[in-house]
């Protein structure tokens, strides 16, 4: 499993990219791995404040549907508009072209009680 050090995760799976004021957050590689072949996402949060652990949108994959939660607090500024007809971005590059949405941070001390990259690989049994 591909956990890189320069993110933080959350134990639903969830990884966090900080620059700043905002978080980019896309699922894990262990997360589309378990999920299968990713068929649709839907975010319907864009310019909503969310409230850590709240649903920022939906995965649908072959074998199931998952809520996907926001790892911090924070208004959902941006989605990613190419998974709207490429959600197989998620199964092939979880880290990059598969990001899902960017947040604003209204509360960047929530950023403290993520997971670094060594505890997540403990989490998920790598």
């Not at 500024?77 to 880290?95: C, F, G, I, Q, R």
């Not at 505890?119 to 790598?126: D, E, H, M, T, V």
Request: without cysteine; proline residues 3%; negative net charge.
């Amino acid at each position: 499993m591909n956990v890189p050090t320069n993110l933080k995760y959350t134990k639903d799976h969830e990884w966090v990219l900080i620059k700043g004021n905002e978080a980019t957050v896309g699922i894990t590689d262990f997360a589309q791995h378990e999920l299968g072949d990713i068929v649709f996402i839907e975010i319907e949060t864009v310019g909503e404040e969310l409230g850590h652990g709240e649903v920022f949108g939906t995965v649908e994959a072959v074998k199931t549907v998952s809520d996907l939660f926001m790892p911090v607090s924070g208004t959902v500024k941006e989605k990613n508009e190419e998974l709207d007809t490429t959600a197989e971005l998620v199964n092939s590059d979880p880290y990059g072209k598969g990001w899902m949405i960017r947040v604003e941070l209204s509360d960047p001390s929530e950023i403290d009680a993520l997971l670094d990259a060594e505890a997540y690989k403990k989490l998920i049994g790598a």
